[in-house]
């Protein structure tokens, strides 16, 4: 299986802040890695796909980059909606594996 | 509109089985893979399988392996996920979702919590 580890584990951000959270994967994903972002007791709802492509909806301050195994979100101002758990999920071999989360407060 | 709505919340005894259904529509059913993502008290999103409702093409994560069955009624537009025998391990929010071109998740259900308790 391909392992994604995710960092932080949690991070405090105040309203404005530009926050990054970075996702390493054990191999190569090409550009098949996805971001989701889960507030408590919902479903995730997908952010960002392909590495870099912004889903419908979301708001242009959440962007995503990188290539290989190499990844990263980043919401350039943040906003008190952001309050939610993050993970990336690689889709390039079954299993498609998650990070762990990145709590944002 | 894509939606996915998913059975509601149950109680089990170990050993029990049990079958959660997840109906799709507004879309053509068949056409895209169907994924289950399990999520235990606390926890994060643990990637279980998925099936290609066209043909019943099936693949299940090793952790899972043998433990769950994954199904599809195309005539209901329904996915299924079962469980023999279930353990209190089992016990967390099971979520469907239907995959998209690049293998993203772009709608999810709502969840279903399952509790194993004897």
């Known amino acids: 299986d391909i392992q994604m580890t995710q960092s932080p584990s949690s991070l405090s951000a105040s309203v404005g802040d530009r926050v990054t959270i970075t996702c390493r994967a054990s191999?190569?994903?090409?550009?098949?890695l996805n971001w989701y972002q889960q507030r408590p007791g919902k479903a995730p709802k997908l952010l960002i796909y392909a590495a870099f492509t912004l889903h419908g909806g979301v708001p242009s301050r959440f962007s995503g980059g990188g290539s290989g195994a190499s990844f990263t979100l980043t919401i350039s101002s943040v906003q008190p909606e952001d309050s939610a758990t993050y993970y990336c999920?690689?889709?390039?071999?079954?299993?498609?594996?998650f990070g762990q989360g990145t709590k944002v407060e | 509109e894509v939606q996915l709505v998913q059975s509601g919340a149950d109680v089990k005894k170990p050993g029990q089985s049990l079958k959660i259904s997840c109906k799709a529509s507004?879309?053509?059913?068949?056409?895209?893979?169907i994924a289950w993502v399990r999520q235990m008290p606390g926890g994060g999103l643990e990637w279980m399988g998925m099936?290609?409702?066209?043909?019943?093409?099936?693949r299940v994560s090793p952790s899972f392996e043998g433990q769950v069955t994954l199904s599809v009624d195309t005539s209901l537009t329904t996915a299924h996920l079962e469980w023999r025998s279930l353990k209190a391990s089992d016990t967390a929010t099971y979520f469907c979702a239907r995959h998209s071109t690049r293998g993203e998740l772009d709608y999810w259900g709502q969840g279903t919590r399952i509790t194993v308790s004897s």
């Open positions: 999920q690689q889709s390039h071999t079954p299993p498609h594996t």
């Open positions: 099936i290609l409702p066209r043909d019943s093409d099936t």
């Open positions: 191999q190569g994903v090409s550009n098949y």
């Open positions: 507004g879309y053509s059913f068949t056409s895209n893979w």
